[in-house]
């Protein structure tokens, strides 16, 4: 398996402000991505995260509201911007090793 | 687009009782995936089949490839209280981005003891 740590854990935010969340992941990772599970629901992929390259979003989700920095194979992070209520989920790093995909445990944000 | 249908959506059972959940599809896959999340924690794998057919275990839990490569089934022995959690299937084509695992609804298990 892989251990996968993110900061933080969990914040409350105001609307319009935005929030940095960390990826760390024990050994280098070709492959990492950010996915979403918003209240009571299932898990959606937000992006791709590349190293040295721009993330590969997926339909619904654009940059200016998810900016990704990966800038080695064992760090990411993604902010959610000018966040609105609607914003309000769990946000969770993922890594594939051994051609199976971890998950972190998540940050847990809500916007008021 | 391509969703998994999870069943049932919930699960209220006594401990010791076993337990079978499952995922069906209208698409074809090539790999299916459980996984168990605890509350306030991320998704862990449990069980990943790769093969149409193929049955695995991993201690209580056994989960199967459906021959038509469009259902999964999980299933756990003599239930115990720290089996609570939220059950999601999984499942990814080959040639699409690694990432891109398309997940179930999940199946909430409340175990009483």
């Known amino acids: 398996s892989a251990v996968i740590s993110q900061k933080p854990s969990r914040d409350i935010c105001q609307r319009g402000t935005s929030l940095t969340i960390q990826c760390q992941v024990d050994?280098?990772?070709?492959?990492m991505f950010w996915y979403r599970q918003q209240p009571g629901q299932s898990l959606t992929l937000i992006a791709t995260?590349?190293?040295?390259?721009?993330?590969?979003?997926e339909s619904g989700f654009v940059i200016d509201k998810f900016p990704i920095s990966r800038p080695n194979l064992t760090f990411s992070t993604l902010t959610v911007s000018n966040m609105s209520p609607e914003d309000s989920s769990i946000y969770l790093c993922?890594?594939?090793?051994?051609?199976?995909?971890?998950f972190g445990p998540g940050t847990r944000l809500t916007v008021t | 687009g391509q969703q998994l249908n999870q069943s049932p959506q919930s699960m209220f059972i006594q401990e010791g009782e076993d337990v079978s959940m499952n995922c069906t599809s209208s698409s074809i896959f090539n790999t299916w995936l459980w996984y168990k999340q605890d509350p306030g924690e991320g998704p862990v794998l449990l069980i990943a089949?790769?093969?149409?057919?193929e049955l695995t275990s991993n201690g209580r839990l056994t989960a199967q490839f459906g021959i038509t490569r469009k259902d999964s089934f999980l299933n756990i022995s003599a239930s115990i209280p720290s089996d609570v959690g939220i059950y999601f299937c999984a499942a990814r084509n080959y040639g699409g981005s690694q990432g891109n695992l398309i997940f179930g609804k999940g199946t909430k298990l409340s175990v009483k003891p």
């Open positions: 089949l790769y093969k149409a057919g």
């Open positions: 050994s280098q990772v070709t492959m």
């Open positions: 993922s890594v594939v090793r051994q051609g199976e995909q971890y």
């Open positions: 995260a590349n190293q040295g390259s721009e993330a590969t979003y």
